[in-house]
């Protein structure tokens, strides 16, 4: 379990690490905003399309090899990515070049780090029983959140003399390394006890995006009894087949599409309105600091509501989300008036707190309304919807706050209020 934890950790905590130093890079390359948020969307896009490629993998060629291969592309992304801004800072390589290399490293881990997170789910819920299953997979999803928080904390202590702004990338690569070795020298091969699908799991984009928390279903016997792992997934005829269309799912969907870009906006503009408004524009490498800290409040803001809130108050799919989504709205404000560190801290947290609630809201909104056996087609649904507010709303975002903040932030405001009344209006109380 320690060195799944560590797979996990190290891949969301290097991703939220990259996210609060990529705006100093870009202002300190000379790049328009926008091309540096542009710049996650085509990473983010291969991940929506091969994360169920890679799930399905996982379950017919080994869970261990799939892991491997997901810290490879880990690996081989950000080891290119710190070489080619490294050299892009240094004037190697023009800003428009740096820029497209950048991208062209970043795909490495929408390509192949997406086979990590629903190999580790499936290695583990095979070689666990119902009785221990909920538990274990509830501590691998918490590194997801765990590293979310770390890696914005831990981006300003990396940037070392020598490295500069690249440190996160360097040290993070290092790090996969040696999670590498352990995992192919001490990890068990797949001797698995109970049958287990991967589960698809949503990148970790940003500080605030979670993983689908796993349900403790079995593909074997239903109670819970060693069965023979299949072969292959179930085929599905057009006619058994879920899709977004479904007048069961519509309303979900359509709740986490909307609210899904509102908080990629807010997320793809943070940093850059971090620069701008402490005045930072002329002094990047002094910003890492300073967006660190706001994602990492909106880090545990997240996990407060996820970890907290949510269980504490027993909160249903509908209250879950229409409260989410007016606290989002709420925190908007704030982050769009705010002039100082402390009230734009403030405001991403109560918008982190809120979207925080939102998502584990929507998401088993959509899996209470089909039935047991549609189940694995409703989250890959799910999946593909957080991942779809990924490909374009950040750069989106950046390109109306570049014109017009505040037709930026009236934007995203909208489409947060939009649920609101999406959910107030369409969805059924959540049962007492």
């Known amino acids: 379990m320690a060195l799944l934890f560590a797979v996990m950790l190290v891949t969301a905590a290097g991703n939220t ?10 202002t300190r390359l000379g790049i328009a905003d926008v091309w540096v948020s542009l710049a996650y969307s085509w990473s983010a896009l291969l991940w929506m399309l091969l994360a169920p490629f ?14 491997a291969l997901g810290v490879i592309g880990f690996i081989l992304s950000f080891t290119l990515c710190g070489l080619i801004l490294h050299f892009g800072l240094n004037g ?19 390509l192949l780090g997406s086979a990590a ?5 499936a290695y583990v819920a095979s ?9 274990a997979l509830s501590l691998v999803a918490s590194s997801f959140g765990l590293g979310t928080v770390l890696g914005p904390a831990l981006a300003p202590l990396m940037i070392l003399p020598g490295l500069g702004l690249v440190g996160p990338f360097a040290i993070f690569a290092v790090m996969g390394v040696i999670v590498l070795v352990l995992l192919r020298t001490r990890l068990p091969d797949d001797d698995p006890r109970f049958a287990a699908r991967g589960e698809v799991m949503a990148a970790p984009f940003s500080a605030s995006s979670n993983p689908r928390m796993p349900e403790n279903e079995e593909n074997g016997h239903p109670d819970g009894s060693p069965g023979e792992l299949p072969a292959a997934e179930p085929q599905h005829t ?7 269309s479904d007048r069961r799912l519509r309303p979900w969907l359509m709740a986490g599409l909307i609210g899904g870009h509102s908080q990629a906006m807010v997320l793809g503009v943070i940093g850059f309105l971090l620069l701008d408004r402490l005045g930072l524009r002329g002094d990047p490498d002094a910003a890492a600091g300073p967006v660190g800290l706001v994602l990492m409040a909106g880090a545990a803001a997240t996990l407060l509501a996820q970890w907290g809130l949510i269980p504490m108050l027993s909160m249903g799919p509908r209250t879950s989300t229409l409260w989410g989504m007016g606290l989002a709205a709420f925190g908007i404000l704030p982050i769009a008036v705010g002039e100082d560190l402390h009230t734009i801290a403030v405001g991403f947290a109560i918008a982190s707190l809120g979207f925080g609630l939102f998502r584990p809201g929507f998401t088993s909104g959509a899996s209470l309304a089909v039935s047991p056996r549609e189940q694995g087609q409703a989250a890959g649904v799910v999946t593909s919807v ?31 209020i939009s649920v609101v009344v999406l959910c107030a209006l369409t969805l059924r109380k959540d049962p007492v």
């Open 238 to 244: 057009g006619a058994d087949r879920l899709r977004w």
């Open 17 to 26: 690490a990259m996210q609060s130093v990529m705006p100093s890079i870009g």
């Open 127 to 135: 070689r666990t029983g119902r009785a221990d299953r909920t538990r």
């Open 92 to 110: 190697w390589f023009s800003a428009v070049m740096t820029m497209s290399l950048f991208a062209l490293a970043r795909s490495f881990y929408g």
């Open 386 to 416: 957080n991942g779809a507010a990924y490909i374009a709303a950040p750069a989106i975002g950046v390109w109306l706050y570049n014109h017009s903040q505040w037709l930026a932030w009236g934007v995203m405001e909208a489409l947060a």
């Open 54 to 67: 890679w799930a399905r993998r996982s379950d017919r060629r080994g869970r261990k090899a799939m892991m």
């Open 117 to 121: 997170p629903p190999a580790v789910q």
